[in-house]
């Protein structure tokens, strides 16, 4: 099987809506200062991205789950890898996710979390697929919503790779 990847979300269109949710984001949390919590390794590319364009005062914090091993589907098994290292207790906290799809991963975490008493605690992803969705959760800054398809690039990976493509692409498989 050859791995086949069409661009769907071209670097300039992502680029630009990074720049709509930070001038969002600026609006809501002017005065305050604001604690980004980024969902490894995905989140990355993103949130590095993102906090380039806001103008409240920033810290950032990552943490890493896993429900994927290498494959294309959720195992179902959510898995903290690595815990945030700051207290979040008192702080504006957003955290960034690359994708939300079944929501299952993104409901752990804000349970998790609102258990260590965030003043505020909101959701910003680069991605929603709410086709897929099972879990309830709120999203209020979302870049793109997107169909169902398995998408790469911009810190997004398929058993590691293409995270480093500069768009988000669609990957297939086709025969040899």
Do not use: W
């Amino acid at each position: 099987m050859k791995e086949m990847i069409t661009e769907r979300i071209r670097e300039d269109e992502i680029l630009k809506r990074i720049r709509e949710l930070a001038e969002e984001i600026n609006r809501d949390y002017e005065g305050m200062k604001l604690h980004l919590a980024c969902v490894l390794k995905g989140g990355v590319y993103f949130a590095c991205e993102l906090s380039k364009h806001l103008t409240v005062p920033v810290t950032i914090d990552f943490m890493s789950l896993s429900s994927y091993g290498d494959g294309m589907t959720s195992q179902g098994v959510i898995t903290l890898n690595q815990d945030l290292t700051q207290n979040i207790a008192g702080k504006h906290v957003l955290l960034v996710e690359d994708i939300i799809d079944s929501g299952r991963t993104l409901f752990y975490v804000e349970n998790m979390l609102k258990k260590r008493e965030p003043a505020s605690l909101e959701v910003c992803a680069l991605l929603d697929k709410k086709c897929k969705r099972e879990a309830d959760v709120s999203i209020k800054y979302v870049g793109f919503e997107i169909e169902d398809y398995f998408a790469v690039g911009f810190g997004l990976d398929y058993a590691q790779k293409y995270r480093n493509l500069t768009y988000i692409g669609e990957l297939q498989f086709k025969e040899d």
